[in-house]
């Protein structure tokens, strides 16, 4: 793991040193391409998640379930991910809180990018069209921009398995992804399981009692909560008094 240590250590400082997206990306990309150029380190890593299990317990889960944590930056500057794709696997449209580049270890990848087409005024609503489309072998790269910049979404066309490694910068908006389905045209806020629970039991309690779900987000207002939470407690309020 020396080697992906070093990799970690490399994304950090040019992070420090690059003032740009652009650049950031751009440099990002060739240090991703680097690290692919071996997979023995991973194969490390898989290796310990099947013979110490307990040792990646207290992970938190993501909202992709073939999504795999391997280092988190303590300054949270950025968060290194790898995904691995079974035969056929195929994402759904979404974007992005940061930057990222998508690099395929082994295997084959293909993308398709999006941009939307509708001014996003409407909840829940959204237009896209299709800006191009790829395949991403061993040791190629990609790359997605934050928010409607990054719409886009992955598979694995092949029928044998497939990882990729990804790096994700600093977040610009936290706790959720949005899903966009092209011929219904919609858009939906997607959470991460600990996060989602809370949201539902927000959603819910106001449909049991609302004239006591009131009061209750209001004291919720008024502590300390993720922005993506306090989002949803007024989102509430304002459907209570509709």
């Known amino acids: 793991m020396e080697r992906f240590e070093a990799f970690c250590g490399r994304i950090q400082r040019m992070i420090a040193d690059e ?20 997979q023995d380190w991973f194969f490390e890593y898989l290796k310990k998640m099947i013979l110490e299990p307990s ?8 909202i992709w379930p073939n999504e795999y944590t391997l280092y ?49 005024k409407r909840e829940g609503c959204a237009e896209l069209r299709e800006t ?3 395949v991403c072998g061993p040791g190629e790269t990609t790359f997605v921009r934050p928010l409607n910049k990054g ?17 994700y910068g600093k977040t610009i908006r936290q706790g959720y992804i949005q899903f966009f389905d092209p011929e ?5 806020r997607v959470f991460p ?14 449909a049991i009692d609302p004239s006591r779900a009131e009061g209750v987000l209001r004291e919720a207002l008024g502590a300390t909560r993720p922005p993506q939470l306090m989002q949803e407690y007024e989102a509430a309020l304002l459907k209570l008094r509709s």
Do not use: Q
Not at 55 to 62: H, I, L, T
Not at 184 to 188: D, E, F, P
């Open 72 to 120: 988190r930056s303590p300054e949270r500057s950025f968060v290194v991910l790898a995904y691995i794709w079974d035969a056929k696997l195929a994402d759904i449209i979404h974007d992005h809180g940061s930057w990222g580049i998508i690099g395929t270890l082994c295997g084959k990848l293909g993308e398709r990018k999006y941009e939307r087409t509708d001014d996003g």
């Open 55 to 62: 040792s990646f317990e207290s992970r938190r889960p993501g």
């Open 193 to 206: 399981p600990r996060t989602l629970r809370e949201v539902l039991a927000v959603k819910t309690l106001a």
């Open 184 to 188: 219904k045209k919609t858009v939906t």
């Open 19 to 38: 003032k740009t997206m652009s650049r950031k990306i751009e440099n990002g990309r060739e240090l991703v391409s680097e690290l692919l150029s071996r």
């Open 151 to 167: 719409i886009h979404a992955m598979d694995n066309p092949t029928d044998g398995i497939a990882a990729s490694i990804n790096v």
């Open 132 to 134: 191009g489309h790829g």
